[in-house]
């Protein structure tokens, strides 16, 4: 947090499991990775104890999640449909400065292979221009979490400070046209 304060983040259950159910009804199966081959962080405040379908859904993951494959490790997206990158202000704290990540997607953006991400999700997208290389998505329209609805978030408890850096300024900053002024529930 810009005030030095630690936040614990991860990504948002919701934001993860939701499309997860989505993808799975649609017959798709899942690997899961994270930079460093750690288990996935959830922001369990959120996670919706009430929903059957979400919580089967995370049982029937949860190994993997415990036990990700690291992103260095996947050689190729040869065999894969898609990548899929929950929100949670966890998409901002490692994964834009991610090489590894970056090759992945330049990959699937050479490939037309889509790339599914939301609210904090678009963070993630800096990746491709680590390791000195191009920014992938410049050009490209999306919603993302503004920063206008960050910035307030501090005022209700929800983060105890600013985030060190703006998600769609940076964004913005790389040629991608943020759509939504505010949370509207729009999709792109």
């Not at 993808?23 to 919706?48: C, H, K, N, Q």
């Not at 929903?51 to 040869?78: F, R």
């Amino acid at each position: 947090m810009k005030n030095d304060k630690v936040f614990n983040t991860g990504n948002h259950p919701i934001e993860m499991f939701l499309p997860m159910l989505h993808f799975r009804d649609a017959g798709f199966t899942f690997d899961i990775a994270t930079v460093s081959g750690g288990p996935v962080v959830l922001e369990m405040w959120a996670y919706p104890t009430k929903d059957e379908h979400v919580k089967s859904l995370h049982e029937s993951v949860q190994s993997m999640m415990e036990k990700p494959k690291k992103l260095a490790d996947i050689e190729s997206l040869d065999g894969y449909a898609a990548i899929f990158i929950p929100g949670g202000h966890g998409a901002m704290v490692n994964l834009p400065e991610s090489v590894e990540l970056g090759r992945l997607l330049h990959e699937a953006h050479d490939k037309s292979l889509p790339t599914v991400t939301l609210c904090h999700g678009p963070a993630a997208l800096l990746a491709t221009k680590a390791d000195e290389k191009e920014f992938a998505y410049g050009g490209y329209k999306s919603v993302c979490f503004t920063d206008k609805t960050d910035g307030t978030t501090p005022s209700f408890g929800y983060l105890p400070g600013q985030m060190p850096w703006k998600c769609q300024e940076a964004l913005e900053t790389q040629g991608i046209e943020i759509v939504n002024k505010s949370e509207t529930g729009a999709t792109n």
